[in-house]
């Protein structure tokens, strides 16, 4: 266990009460409400906030506009309802207004595509849920026009005789602020728990979220252009959080306000979303990077498979392994691997299980989320193969852990298939780490072997490893 994990450690409850560093306490805000200052008018003042509070602080550009607007006539719809629901089509997906067009072709824009809607539905809710917030009815700015399309009704409104000229640009400068909050939060699947630092700085280009225009759109170009890498996602997300970080051989991250990992080593199932948790894993410096410990998987020594005993498909032998595999964990942490000076910026984190039959296992938190991506699945087939058994190797993964070495990755030079028995979802997780990534298949809990024929790789001699929580 690592000697910075304290009392409390914060617990992933769905992963065995798995322990990450210590718990951070609840957050507390670092800006008053108000975002209106006298003299100076609107801005997002210097310190930390969730997406609720960045839609709050945000809400004086609205309530301005609405000021001016005034009441609507009996017969239309209010001012406030109009605006808000152009937002909403700007926020959404595959309407005339949206900002943001996601080709589903591929899985990992599908996943961003979905993600794109939750985050905006989750932002119109906090709008709709904000009113009456102190506003300055003088204020006027001048915002770049971004190409946000207005409704009909809504262009009627904003540049008919209930209007003003400069109101189009407060609105502007409005939407154009949630869609940036929007897309900053893409690589999070917990987006409403991220603690988000703002800056100080000069210029208009400061204003509010506008810190994060230049990398969100070289990120947004990628994501509709091509699928999208994790280092792609790891790097936008470092530069909203921790900008001063170097994104290289990461994975995820530490700053000020918390850790970043990617979603699916911290209970999770998202293939390349990552997820805020609220802890610090490095107490000698506020922002450090998480590598991988093996830069390039390819280059990384192979260590022979343990070879246990052959699995025929007999139901009986299957119960045998079943019950062998509930062991239990004694313990089990994510923590600093070896010793790092602390004036350099990257760490090493592996996965620590102390099991509760007396063996301990220790695997690299990075080649497990590589292990996660490289995988495939694989359920029960409703029309089974025309073979009625897979000769595989049967491991347990307790046992299958004890053979690993952290100084290279487990294969089998000799082909054939090998069935890794897991007691829970942090064994599979280890597992994930412990093998090398070329053709790992995760098998349903009421599937079999054979349903992994026809799943992941085929090439002649070519290993196989399928693991299961039993």
Known sequence: MSPLLGNQPFSVMSLQN????????????????????????????????????????????????????????????????????????????????????????????????????????????????????????????????????????????MFGPRSLPHLMQIYNEYLHQMVLLRDALLPFDNCEEVVIPITAGEGKQRLGMRFIESHRLSFIAELMTKSTTQKAVVKFAMSFLAPELTAENTYGFQYKHGVVLPAAVVGGKSVRLLRYIPAIIDDTTPEVTFDYEFTDYYTAPRIDVPQLKQHNGDDQDHLSIQKDTQHGLQESSIAIYGSTASEL???????????????????????????????????????????????ATVHTAADFLAEFDSTGLITDQQGGIHLVKCSNNLELLACLGAVYPDNIVILDKDATVEDTEGVGQSLPGEARFVLQIV
């Open 345 to 391: 910026t990257s760490r090493i984190l592996h996965l620590q299980m102390s099991h509760a039959n007396g063996q301990y296992s220790s695997v690299d938190v990075g080649q497990v989320s590589r292990g996660w991506r490289y995988s495939y699945k694989a359920s029960a087939q409703s029309s089974k193969p025309t073979s009625n058994t897979v000769a």
């Open 18 to 157: 798995l322990s990450i560093g210590r718990a951070m306490p609840p957050f507390q805000t670092e800006y008053e409400r108000s975002t209106m200052v006298k003299g100076k008018g609107w801005s997002l003042p210097p310190g930390a906030y969730t997406a609720r509070q960045i839609v709050e602080g945000c809400a004086p550009l609205l309530e301005t506009v609405l000021h001016h607007l005034g009441p609507s006539p009996p017969d239309q719809s209010s001012a406030r309802n109009m605006l808000l629901g152009n937002l909403a089509s700007t926020l959404a997906v595959g309407t005339r207004e949206s900002s943001l067009e996601i080709s589903a072709k591929d899985a990992s824009r599908k996943e961003f595509a979905d993600q794109a809607v939750k985050i905006g539905k989750a932002l119109i809710a906090y709008a709709r849920e904000t009113e009456d917030v102190s506003f300055d009815p003088d204020y006027a700015i001048r915002s770049p026009c971004e190409g946000h399309l207005l409704k009909p009704a809504v262009a009627q409104l």
